[in-house]
């Protein structure tokens, strides 16, 4: 399989990769990055300019795309920098993947992600989702995780409070509330870009616990 993958250089979407290339079901990896990823014979990580991407399906071509793409407002800036990198460049990619041949589309998405939501970040999720479903890919898979504990290179400083609360009370919480690793969302991910089954499949985060 040649795998797509967005989002090479952060937190789940490095352990995609690390995954990815050790898995010898996966004959190459495209993975497209703002910055240099380590070298691999299986692997090709482009530098591009995500505000201007190439337009050529062929450059996209792939078996499967898993999405890890993904930010915070506090590093993107404002509203309208958050809005272009988790929804805009996400849609884009994906209706160029699926002109370019790829079957499955695996979205890093969140819990709570709703159209509808009067959170701003949910909303936004839920409307990401909403448009790469209704580019009719033959399998898309929206894998919702909630609190992500794992190391991140700029400090999160609610995130890791959180996450070692969760991590403390981890015997007593229902799955429904415990804290997602990210290597067990990037297995996941993975897997599910092997699967053959048509349609569409939601992943809560209590199943990635």
């Known amino acids: 399989m040649h795998l797509l993958l967005l989002g090479a250089s952060g937190l789940v ?3 995609v990769l690390k ?3 050790a898995d010898p079901r996966v004959t190459s990896v495209t993975a497209p990055t703002r910055r240099p990823l380590p070298q ?9 300019d995500f505000d201007n991407l190439p337009q ?3 450059v996209w071509a792939a078996d499967a795309v898993i999405c890890a793409l993904g930010t915070t407002l506090k590093v993107a800036g404002s509203r309208e920098r958050f809005y272009r990198i988790d929804h805009d460049y996400t849609v884009e990619i994906a209706r160029l993947a699926k002109a370019g041949g790829a079957k499955s589309f695996v979205l890093n998405s ?3 992600a709703d159209v509808k939501s009067a959170i701003f ?3 936004v999720k839920g409307e990401t989702e909403k448009d790469v479903v209704a580019l009719g890919f033959e399998r898309t898979v929206l894998v919702r995780p909630g609190l992500i504990d794992g ?12 996450g070692s609360l969760l991590r403390l009370l981890k015997p007593v919480l229902p799955r429904s509330l415990q804290a997602n690793r990210p290597e067990t969302i990037a297995r996941v991910m ?12 939601d992943i809560s985060s209590d199943a990635l616990v």
């Open 13 to 15: 979407g490095s352990h």
């Open 19 to 21: 995954l990815a290339l």
């Open 40 to 48: 691999h014979p299986r692997l090709s990580a482009p530098i591009l």
């Open 56 to 58: 050529d399906p062929a």
């Open 110 to 112: 969140a819990k709570g």
């Open 121 to 123: 970040y949910s909303r």
């Open 151 to 162: 190391p991140r290179p700029e400090p999160r400083p609610a995130e890791q409070f959180f």
């Open 190 to 201: 993975l897997d599910q870009a092997f699967s053959t089954v048509p349609g569409v499949t």
